[in-house]
């Protein structure tokens, strides 16, 4: 029920854009975020974003990504720029529809590589 855009092999100091696109069945979503996953490690938040535009994110991202939604299309992007090797991952959304603090959906995943 969320649809995640393809990732890439980008350079590094190149920029990427992802999408995650939510089904109609889920609406109103409360807080839509971004989280990665890199070979050996746990899965991290990257941002997150509430559907009044409060946005979160990760130290190491700061600056760099930029979260936003466009609740009319129910859909969510991350926009990354200045991209390092250490970005490389898999990335996946989430969706808390309800604002518990849960994901309630998450996207397939999708791998972004950053090497030259």
């Known amino acids: 029920q969320l649809q995640a855009s393809e990732g890439g092999l980008v350079q590094p100091g190149g920029s990427l854009r992802l999408s995650c696109a939510a089904s109609e069945s889920i609406f109103s979503i409360h807080v839509m975020g971004w989280y990665r996953q890199a070979p050996g490690k746990q899965r991290d938040l990257v941002a997150r974003i509430t559907i009044g535009g409060i946005t979160d994110y990760a130290a190491s991202v700061k600056g760099r990504f930029t979260i936003s939604r466009d609740n009319a299309k129910n859909t969510l992007y991350l926009q990354m720029d200045s991209l390092k090797s250490e970005d490389t991952a898999v990335y996946y959304c989430?969706?808390?529809?309800w604002g518990t603090g849960q994901n309630d959906y998450w996207g397939q995943g999708t791998l972004v590589t950053v090497s030259s």
């Open positions: 989430g969706a808390d529809q």
